[in-house]
């Protein structure tokens, strides 16, 4: 599923008259018709109002006479604003983003272009007071999903608990030539050379022990379309082990042949599932299969 968060203009509501005593989650998950995260989500911020009054809390009493007001609106646009970057989900600990190529998660040197400066400037420009706080990383030619926590508790708890948390993140990737097997799985260890090139060991090499498990969406003569499950997140994984098959990942300087269809890293995490750190709700996150890479497979 994909959620949306927003941000409430006046007047953008909609009104509900509460018939019977229930607490107000159940409320409008009965008068809603929306998802138990996609309600959350509206609650945590605060676009929610009983009589009038902002209310957060999920369990709180309602009465019969008592009118809720539900925000309709969508975020709004002139809070964030960012060619590189669509925030897919936000609540009050943690932001999911949509990043797109050439951008970095983080900072890297003086005035570079990275995510987490301007989900910064986005919260102080919605006098939101906090920062964000990188849990996880994505190269700056990779595009895709990920989530930052708003805090550093929330932060702490990924940190320490991610591969407890995180249940399913999947990527997609256009590789060079047919890729004959439909699935598989790829484990062997990675570790970095004095050049920082991650190279792979079929044996205890010293490095971290990688499992990457494949399945082949399409395939033509030239290019297959395939989907990969990690297992464990090292750095430079799919890249390194998809030139382990043979089939290495297109527009790839690094681990690639000169395959380069789109003139960019035919790589995009297109699933992030996980289990929220504070309300401990199932959250699932998936985006499309980007056009290009489907444009591509056409040819």
């Known amino acids: ?67 809720v007001a539900v925000s309709q609106s969508k975020r709004n646009q002139s809070a964030f604003k960012s060619r590189y970057v669509k925030i897919v989900y936000e609540d009050r600990w943690l932001v999911v ?71 399913d993140r999947r990527y997609v990737a256009i590789v060079s030539g047919e890729v004959m097997d439909d699935g598989g799985t790829i484990a062997n260890w990675l570790k970095d050379n004095k050049a ?3 190279f792979s060991s079929p044996v205890d090499n010293g490095g971290k022990y990688a499992v990457t498990h494949f399945h082949v969406l399409d395939r033509t003569t030239e290019h297959s379309l395939v989907e990969y499950k990690l297992e464990t997140g090292r750095k430079n994984q799919i890249r390194v082990h998809s030139a382990d098959m043979g089939h290495p990942v297109c527009g790839d300087v690094k681990y690639g042949n000169g395959d380069d269809p789109l003139h ?7 699933m992030l599932c996980f289990t929220h750190p504070i309300t401990h709700e199932p959250m699932e996150f998936a985006t499309q299969i980007p056009t290009s890479f489907k444009q591509v497979m056409k040819k």
């Open 1 to 67: 599923m994909k959620y949306n968060y927003g941000y409430n203009r006046p007047g953008d509501y909609k009104h509900l008259v509460v018939n019977e005593p229930k607490p107000l989650l159940e409320f409008l998950l009965a008068n809603l018709g929306e998802s138990r995260s996609k309600v959350k989500a509206t609650l945590q911020g605060r676009g929610i109002k009983v009589d009038g009054k902002c209310v957060t809390q999920f369990d709180f009493p309602l009465q019969p006479g008592m009118k």
């Open 97 to 167: 983003v949509e990043k797109n190529v050439g951008i970095l998660s983080m900072a890297a040197g003086h005035s570079s272009l990275n995510v987490k400066s301007v989900l910064d400037d986005y919260f102080s420009k919605s006098r939101q007071k906090c920062r964000a706080h990188v849990v996880h990383r994505l190269d700056r030619d990779t595009s895709g999903l990920m989530v930052y926590a708003k805090d550093m508790e929330t932060e702490q708890i990924f940190e320490h608990n991610w591969h407890d948390i995180v249940y």
């Open 196 to 198: 920082y090139i991650t």
């Open 264 to 270: 960019r890293l035919c790589l995009h995490a297109y």
